[in-house]
């Protein structure tokens, strides 16, 4: 898993009024295609069948081509969507490693 500056960013970007299928970029870190959702105008489209996903791996950022063309008058939504989860259980008195904490940032 790649490690990222955590950084103070909007995960919400929207495009109006641009036709074509992309690629729209988004500039926020995501760790997988799944991270992200994506809507046109107020549908929800799904990954792969409607969109595909290219992330840049040093930066994490990347961008989104559509499967179809949005047309002039369509909003293009992209926001961050990964799951909120915690991955370790830190005990009382044990281990509290860097490594562990930077696991649970990302």
Same mark, same amino acid.
């Given at each position: 898993?790649? +490690? &990222?500056?955590?950084? *103070? ?6 495009? @109006? %009024?641009?036709? %074509?299928?992309?690629? &729209? ?6 760790? #997988?295609? /799944? =991270?992200? #959702?994506?809507?046109? =105008? ?7 069948? +409607? &969109? /595909? ?9 990347? @961008?989104? /081509?559509?499967?179809? *063309?949005?047309?002039? +008058?369509?909003?293009?939504?992209? /926001?961050? #969507? ?12 044990? +281990?509290?490693?860097? @490594? @562990?904490?930077?696991?649970?940032? =990302?």
């Amino acid at each position: 898993m790649a +490690d &990222y500056s955590i950084t *103070a960013v909007d995960r919400r970007v929207v495009f @109006s %009024g641009s036709a %074509g299928t992309g690629p &729209y970029a988004f500039t926020f870190p995501i760790l #997988a295609q /799944t =991270d992200i #959702a994506v809507f046109k =105008d107020s549908t929800k489209l799904t990954l792969t069948a +409607d &969109y /595909t996903v290219t992330i840049n791996a040093s930066t994490g950022t990347g @961008s989104v /081509t559509l499967a179809s *063309a949005a047309s002039a +008058d369509n909003t293009i939504t992209i /926001t961050g #969507a990964r799951s909120i989860e915690r991955t370790t259980d830190f005990v009382t008195a044990g +281990d509290l490693l860097a @490594s @562990s904490l930077n696991t649970e940032l =990302d």
